[in-house]
C-alpha cells in the first residue's frame, strides 16, 4: 500500500503555454524522479487552466504518462491521475539531451530535445494562492466525485529551450506552439498531500 502522501525528488523541465486568446493556459512537464514511495520513475504530462470543478476553475491533468506501472496503479487510486504506461528512452545527459516517449501500444507519445544552464534560482509553490496550485481530477476506475489536490514544492530552477519535435501522442497543439517560459529544474522536492473529496453536486469553497 503507497496512500498519500507522498514526498518525491528529482529533477526535470516545465514549459508554460499561452496559446491563442480565449483558449486554456497549459503546462508541459517533463519529470525525473529519483525517489519516490514507489522507487524511481519518469513522467510527462499536459495540465490545463482553468478548468470547471466543485470548487470552481482549477489545475486539471489532461494527459500523463509514466514509466513505471505502481505509479500508474497508485496516481490513479490516490488522486484521480489519468496515468498510462510509457517507456522512456534517453539521449544525453541531465539538463541536455533528448527523451522519446512510447506508449504500452507501440506507438509514439511524444520526442522532446532540451536543455538548461546558467545561475540556479531557488523557488517555492508556496508563494502561489493554494487555488492557483490545487488540482481537480475526476475520480477513475469507477470511482465517484473527485479529488482536490494541493501539491507543495521547493526547489531551483534555471533557463531552458524546448524543443517539441513530435507530441501526436500527448497534446498535439504542442509541435506548432512556441512556450511563453521554459524552466529547467535541476533538483526539487514535491509533496502530494491526501485529496480533499468531492461530489460533482456539492461546491466547495475556494
Known amino acids: 500500500m503507497t496512500p498519500p502522501p507522498w514526498t518525491l525528488r528529482g529533477h526535470g523541465l516545465v514549459a508554460l503555454y499561452a496559446p491563442a486568446p480565449g483558449s486554456l493556459l497549459g503546462a508541459l512537464m517533463l519529470l525525473r524522479y529519483a525517489s519516490s514511495p514507489v522507487g524511481p520513475y519518469d513522467e510527462l504530462l499536459w495540465v ?8 470552481g476553475p482549477r489545475l486539471q491533468v489532461r494527459s500523463i504518462f509514466v514509466s513505471t506501472r505502481e505509479s500508474m496503479v497508485w496516481g490513479r487510486r490516490n488522486w484521480g491521475l489519468p496515468k498510462r504506461l510509457a517507456g522512456f528512452e534517453w539521449e544525453g545527459e541531465p539538463g541536455r539531451g533528448q527523451v522519446r516517449v512510447t506508449g504500452e501500444d507501440g506507438r509514439a ?8 544552464s546558467g545561475p540556479r534560482l531557488p523557488v517555492t509553490t508556496a508563494l502561489l494562492p493554494a487555488p492557483l496550485r490545487t488540482l481537480a481530477q475526476p475520480a477513475l476506475d469507477g470511482g465517484e466525485g473527485w479529488l482536490l489536490t494541493t501539491p507543495r514544492a521547493t526547489g531551483h530552477v534555471s533557463p531552458a529551450r524546448l524543443t517539441v519535435l513530435h507530441a501526436d501522442g500527448l497534446h498535439p497543439p504542442l509541435v506548432s506552439a512556441r512556450p511563453r517560459l521554459t524552466l529547467g529544474v535541476p533538483d526539487f522536492r514535491l509533496v502530494f498531500p491526501e485529496p480533499e473529496r468531492a461530489q460533482k453536486s456539492r461546491p466547495l469553497g475556494r
Open 109 to 116: 507519445v511524444a520526442h522532446l530535445a532540451c536543455q538548461w
Open 48 to 55: 490545463e487552466a482553468p478548468t470547471p470543478s466543485p470548487a
